[in-house]
């Protein structure tokens, strides 16, 4: 079971960023699907998840009105997009599944590797 996410980069404020998550190995369908970020020395913080039937979200605050979780299950894969975005922003941002729809990263058994984002004024 893999999940590869993609589409980091360098980007400046206000501007966007599309990332994905594929994943590859078993279907996720009844699987929720989030992303979380981190910057060196912090922890591991939650940004947004999606349900497995893509009705529900949920949002980290920070992100509210910005950021916006879709997922397209024929192609096992999670999207995030990224507008308006802030120098805090910055950071690796993974991608990872779980069972429920929670902001607990405790709850997610899947990961994939970073994809780092970075913002700059």
């Known amino acids: 079971v893999q999940l590869q996410a993609s589409g980091g980069g360098l980007v400046q404020a206000g501007g966007f960023l599309r990332l994905s998550c594929a994943a590859s190995?078993?279907?996720?369908?009844?699987?929720?699907r989030g992303w979380f970020r981190q910057d060196p020395g912090k922890e591991r913080e939650f940004v947004a998840a999606v349900s497995g039937s893509g009705k529900s979200t949920l949002y980290a605050d920070s992100v509210k009105g910005r950021f916006t979780i879709s997922r397209d299950n024929a192609k096992n894969t999670v999207y995030l997009q990224m507008n308006s975005l802030k120098r805090e922003d910055t950071a690796d941002y993974y991608c990872a599944a779980g069972t429920s729809l929670t902001d607990n990263r405790g709850a997610y058994f899947y990961w994939g590797q970073g994809t780092q984002v970075t913002v700059s004024s």
């Open positions: 190995g078993r279907t996720f369908s009844n699987y929720a």
